[in-house]
Each structure stands twice: as C-alpha cells, then as structure tokens.
C-alpha cells in the first residue's frame, strides 16, 4: 500500500513503452493470413493471445507489406558470406482480407512477440543445463501461418478489433453424402464422436469434386440429414460439402474408437496434459493405470486403443515395471478419506508403489496381438522397444545430444499413413531429448547407426591405402557398391540373410517410418541445439505391426502443455484409423 503511486507509475511506463515498440525496436506487428488451411488451430492461437490481454485486430480489405526476402539456403559447411553495408533484399507480400493483426503498439505487445517469435539458445551459454523449455514459437507448433512484419505500413492498414474469433462453420448444398477436407485439425475427431452412430469413411487418396480438393483422409459421410450434420459441425471451424456422388478412390470405415489413458503412479504430471487435451476436444476415454492392466487379463475386449503417454521424471524402464520398493516402508495411499479429502478423486489406488509388473507386460502384448493399438511415447516408447514389443527397432543411446525443449522440423516419410493425414510435406515436433531410434529388419539386430562421414577410398584389404587390394592366385575383383541407407532406413535385407531367414522380419511387420527430423542444417528452428547430427534424420513417429495390432512410437511428445496443437492429430489420426493403419502401406521387397 505505501508504494501504490510507484507501482501504478511502473505499470503506466512499462505500457507505454510496449506501445511504442513498433516504432522504438520493431517489429510492427504480427499478420495471420486469413485464408489459412488451418482456421480452427489459427483461431486456437488467437485465444491463447486474447487470455494474455492481447488485442486482435481484423484487416477490412487486403493489403501488401515489404519483407525481408527468404535466404537462399546454404549448403552445410559453405562459408557465410560477407554482407558487408549491403541492405538486406525485400519482397513485397500480400495478405487478403479478413487477416488477422496482431499490432505491436498495443500494453501486451510483448506477450505476443515473446510467444511468436523465434528463440535461440547458444551452446555456449553459460548456463549450461537449462532447467526447462528452451524454445516455443507458437506460429510452429500450432501450425499456422505466422508472419512478423516490420514494415509500419502495416498500421496504418484499416482494421477491426476483434473480442470473439469464431471461424465459419456449416454445411454447403444437401446430398446423400458429405465430404470434409482433413487437414489435421482436432476438430474431426470431436466430430467422429458427436456422430459416433453416422458411417464416416477415410479417404487413402487426394480426390477432386466439385471444383475443391480433398485431402487424404477427408471424411465421407453417410445416413445424416444436412440439420444434424450442420448441428454436429456447428463451432468446429468444418465445413461438409455435399457431393453429387462418391469420389472414385479406395476408402476405409473411420470408428468410434474405445480408449484408454493409461497412467503409472510414479508421475502424473506429464500425461495430465494429454487428459486435458482429450477433455477439452470432447474425446471419450476410460483413465486406467498400470496396476489395473497388471490384473485385467481381457483388456482387448474393453479398448481398442490403449495411450501410454510419457512418464517424465527421468522413468526408467525397470521403474516402470517394478514401480517403488515394496520390500521395506508403508503402503503409499492414494484415497479420498478424512485426512485427504480431495485425493482419489480421478483415479485410486491403496498402494502407490507397485508397478505394471510382469503379468501387465504380457497383458499389454496380448492386447496388442489381439488388434489393439498401444500408442508409446518417448520414455514408454523406449519400455516398448525395451520389452520386445517392436521388432525391428532398437534405440540408441546419445553421447553429445542436448535438444532440451526444443522446436525441431519433422519431414514426412510415408505420407499414404492414416497416422500422416491431413499433413503437408513438413512438421515442426516439439523434443526434449527423446529416443534415437534405429531400424533394422533383422529381428535382434541393432539396427544401423550413421557415426561420421561415408567411407570414401578403398575398401578394408591388403596392401596400402593407396594400394589395390589383391588375393593371390584369383584375378582383380570389383567390389559391389554397398546401397546406401538413410539414417531413418533400415539396410536391404541380403541374400545370404534370405538363406536361413529365420530372424529376417517378414515385409507386413516390418516397422515403418511416418516421419523423420529434418538434416542437421535444417533441425533446429527454435531452442538449444548441441549434437543434434545424431537425432538428425533419424525416424520420428514409427508403426510397428504386432500380430493384428499395432505399436505406434513417438520420439517427440506430440501433446505437452497445450502448445503442440499441431501435433495432436498425429495421435487422433492413429485412433480414428486404429484398424486401418496399414492403409496405404507398401509392399517391401523380400
């Protein structure tokens, strides 16, 4: 109370210099082009901002601004070459009407640069252990275009505050069948459960009708009246497209999926975001942990889905399975009672300590190989191919890899996937030193792991470096020219291995690889990057099939913190689709 005129005078000043920001240091604002392919994660931004305090601002007619023209990109090793005085080159950019301004010369202007904006964390920094997330560009990870303009023009462009930021939703024309475009936004799948009762198909291939194109996985939907679905749809930011007739490309059923959260009680912390995402987009689940999969020998008659979200915490494999000593100490409760009202709510248990034991290891394997999908991430993902649930992969261990909550780039593998649809040819992941995976199709084996450069010279022999190798008695051979092999690839299976194929992993339960990091040049894009070379183009997202199910592996957590909006549908995509993963899958050579 003595020091309210002080604090009120701070509070004034710290205002007025965030409104001066567009003219003192820049930028002038930040522009989210109002034709975005993603309107409802675009509008999701938006809210965020508007929590903070943040005015959104809504352009009345199009406009064009001058911007920095892109790098050329550079190839890794070339020299930087020397600007000198040279002004940076510009481009002229347009943006239609109805795009969203987000002005720098506003209170909160600083919220908004800090949350959209890049960040870059030096190795070199003398804090040498960042104790938590090192980048968030928010633009990235929900994704959605995102542009940070400098050009003052750009206030002086006529526009709107905006206080609710609702994109269209309905229905267009009536027909017998609907077509939504897929283009990985959570939205379809609050829609599959507000019409768990309507036939709804995934589409495997782009199609054209009616003048638009639909991306793999759009939905087809049958048997409802244009009210209903325009009721379902209403708030999802999705528009259903009457079709004069179905598209001519190969479908599968989209169901209901039933799924399950599965939880251990050495953390909840970090799975407890996936159960906020999950209630706030209207997904049904049933929240189990370890112990009761330990006792439930059936748990393919009551899931078809099953999530094992990150532990955190630094779980190890054998904590995850043996859970706490049990050998001395007491119990550890966790019940609603006198003492402790407001525990046990959620979930209970008697004893804390017990794990998923060995009985919920082999319960989990035969929920699997009875057509269950088992989603794994990082720590879980590594009990997985710990515990032999997915031949063919193996995780190496870093030695120098320090990406602590990272902003990464993703490149797609296999775009045909369920698990990939409605993406483009890029993701940027969120990573916070996940598992290296390796891939091989030599059950047992490690699979290969690109250490340095190539070889280059002669091969291994007689002789000198700079000599031929020769064998006494037989003419000069060539040598075969080994295949090469991307570090998200496992190597050729080979004709001596086909002779006694025993442990070579037959082509339809081979692990396949939906999507990748970018190279080392291109990994980072925001956050601390120290030996990333070795996550570098390795497998990101990885299907194994198991019996009549799948394990779906993740190296990144693709739902943390509800920043990572635009890496939920890699998860929802692998519910929707849990008994059709293998849609588009290729047959590989024996």
């Not at 965030?18 to 409802?40: H, I, T």
């Not at 046990?344 to 804390?352: C, E, I, N, P, Q």
């Not at 990464?408 to 593998?413: I, K, L």
């Not at 992941?429 to 070889?455: C, K, T, V, W």
Request: hydrophobic content about 35%; glycine content about 8%; proline content about 8%.
């Amino acid at each position: 109370a003595p020091h309210r005129r002080a604090c009120v005078n701070k509070f004034y000043l710290k205002a007025k210099r965030s409104v001066e920001k567009p003219r003192l240091e820049g930028p002038a604002a930040y522009v989210l082009p109002g034709n975005d392919p993603r309107p409802e994660l675009q509008a999701e931004l938006l809210r965020v901002l508007q929590v903070q305090g943040v005015e959104i601002s809504r352009a009345k007619a199009a406009f064009s601004v001058t911007m920095p023209a892109p790098k050329p990109a550079q190839k890794p090793g070339a020299k930087t070459e020397n600007q000198g005085a040279k002004a940076p080159e510009t481009r002229t950019v347009s943006f239609p009407s109805g795009s969203y301004v987000i002005r720098m010369d506003q209170p909160y202007s600083r919220i908004a640069d800090a949350l959209l904006d890049h960040q870059y964390w030096s190795p070199s920094d003398p804090q040498k252990t960042p104790y938590d997330d090192t980048g968030w560009t928010f633009g990235e990870l929900f994704p959605v275009r995102v542009s940070r303009v400098t050009d003052r023009k750009v206030l002086d462009v006529p526009m709107d505050r905006v206080s609710e930021i609702q994109p269209p939703s309905g229905v267009v024309a009536s027909g017998s069948i609907y077509a939504i475009n897929d283009t990985a936004e959570t939205s379809l799948a609050t829609l599959r459960y507000r019409l768990k009762d309507a036939s709804i198909e995934a589409v495997e291939e782009p199609f054209e009708a009616e003048g638009r194109k639909f991306n793999r996985g759009t939905f087809l939907i049958r048997n409802v009246d244009r009210a209903a679905l325009d009721h379902a749809v209403d708030g999802l930011a999705l528009v259903a497209y009457a079709l004069d007739a179905a598209p001519s490309v190969k479908t599968h059923p989209v169901r209901a999926a039933r799924v399950a959260l599965m939880h251990t009680w050495l953390s909840t912390q970090t799975e407890g975001w996936w159960r906020e995402a999950l209630d706030e987009m209207h997904i049904p689940y049933s929240y189990i942990n370890t112990q009761e999969v330990s006792r439930e020998s059936d748990l393919r008659s009551k899931y078809d889905v099953i999530l094992f979200a990150p532990v955190g915490r630094f779980a190890s494999e054998s904590a995850i399975i043996n859970g706490l000593p049990t050998e001395w100490g007491n119990p550890l409760p966790w019940e609603t009672t006198k003492l402790t009202p407001n525990l046990g709510k959620v979930d209970s248990t008697a004893d804390m300590r017990p794990g998923l034991g060995s009985s919920g290891v082999a319960h989990l394997e035969q929920f699997v190989k009875q057509g269950g999908t088992l989603i794994t991430v990082m720590d879980t993902a590594n009990l997985a191919v710990a515990l032999g649930f997915t031949p063919g992969v193996s995780v190496s261990r870093p030695r120098r890899l320090k990406l602590i909550g990272s902003v990464v780039s993703g490149v797609v593998v296999d775009p045909t996937s369920p698990i990939a649809y409605g993406y483009g040819e890029n993701l940027s992941f969120y990573f916070n030193q996940g598992p290296i995976f390796d891939l091989s199709n030599i059950n047992g084996r490690r699979g290969f792991r690109e250490l340095g450069p190539e070889q280059v010279g002669r091969p291994t022999g007689r002789g000198m470096k700079d000599q031929h190798d020769f064998v006494v008695g037989r003419p000069p051979e060539t040598y075969p020219q080994e295949p090469k092999v991307e570090p998200w690839e496992a190597e050729p299976v080979t004709s001596e291995q086909m002779r006694n194929p025993i442990n070579v992993i037959p082509p339809q339960f081979r692990p396949r690889v939906i999507f990748r990091y970018a190279d080392a040049a291109h990994l980072l894009i925001s956050g601390l990057d120290e030996g990333g070379n070795e996550v570098a183009e390795h497998a990101a997202v990885i299907d194994v099939p198991v019996g009549t199910g799948h394990v779906v592996l993740f190296s990144n957590n693709p739902i943390y913190r509800g920043e990572t909006r635009g890496t939920y549908s890699l998860v929802l995509n692998t519910i929707l689709n849990f008994d059709h993963l293998n849609a588009g899958r290729k047959p590989a050579a024996k």
